[in-house]
DNA sequence: CAAATTAGTCAGAGTCTCTGACCACTGTCA
DNA sequence: TGACAGTGGTCAGAGACTCTGACTAATTTG
């Protein structure tokens, strides 16, 4: 048996993630976001300014393009997104961010700031920004998108 | 201004944890332990040495006791787990981990090992100290069962 | 002891995700 | 140019996960 105050590096991890999207969600909910699921929202989340075509957010999100489009379908429904024509390219449609969807954004936007800070304030500047370093320089092994 | 990054400390968070787990899955799977899914193995992980309450596995995994009832069932059946009368509360059952499972255990921290010295390797060892000192800080606002 | 609480189950439904099969368009190369 | 492999996307079906609501049984509390 591990010392069980030696939590593996993963659960270290997934716990102030989890704590961070609760409270995002929370948030969203309160303001009036609550027709869409963490699923949608996971997908909703990759959609560039200009649209993103779906295999595109399926890649990135790591679901299929089967479990992309059954997303997107409700997320069109419920208005956060729009399906245009691909210019370059007849088969493909570009899923676009509706007004909502942006609107939403600035929400969640919100509420990740004020968690950022409330988490500086508890980690202090240097171990915040040590922490962001570390991170971000774990995404070039760990992120296939990077 | 930082440069190296414009994503937010959830998608930071959020990258490096899924890495982890696709890598753990994917040895797990490789090992012969095919015949349990990612759901059934973040209950699974949080069951005691000496066996855990549903109810206490339910609220650890943040599902409700009916979900973690459903998953334990499943786990049973596929001999990862067993489920012995609690002898302080005639309402309870403990489940306790089968061998099956501390075999599996073994399998998966042996990879958690080896990905977090690929990490420490990245990172330097200096930086994955400060890495885990961070987030072990950050559990104390962030884990609700800390 | 009656009432409130807690552990767990049963039933039903909705959501998420996958595999397999398929069509339409694109790019390549002989 | 024209077959054909590859890519973007959909349809159909099924399995897995999760929830709400209603319920039983045992425990704790006043």
Redesign the pocket.
């Known amino acids: 048996m591990p010392a069980e105050s030696e939590l593996n590096t993963g659960v270290l991890l997934f716990l102030p993630y989890r704590a961070l999207e609760n409270r995002v969600f929370a948030a969203l909910a309160e303001a009036g976001f609550d027709d869409?699921?963490?699923?949608?929202a996971?997908?909703m989340q990759r959609i560039g300014p200009n649209g993103t075509?779906?295999?595109?957010?399926?890649e990135q999100?790591?679901?299929?393009?089967?479990?992309?489009?059954?997303?997107?379908?409700?997320l069109e429904k419920a208005g956060y997104v729009t399906?245009i024509p691909?210019p370059?390219?007849?088969?493909?449609?570009?899923?676009c961010g509706a007004e909502k969807a942006w609107a939403a954004k600035e929400v969640a936007d919100g509420v990740v700031a004020e968690v950022e800070k409330e988490w500086e304030e508890h980690l202090g500047k240097r171990r915040m920004k040590q922490l962001r370093e570390a991170l971000s320089l774990l995404r070039e092994i760990t992120d296939p998108w990077a």
């Open positions: 869409f699921t963490p699923a949608q996971r997908v075509r779906l295999t595109e957010l399926a999100a790591q679901i299929t393009k089967q479990t992309a489009g059954f997303l997107v379908d409700q399906r691909d370059t390219d007849k088969r493909a449609r570009l899923v």
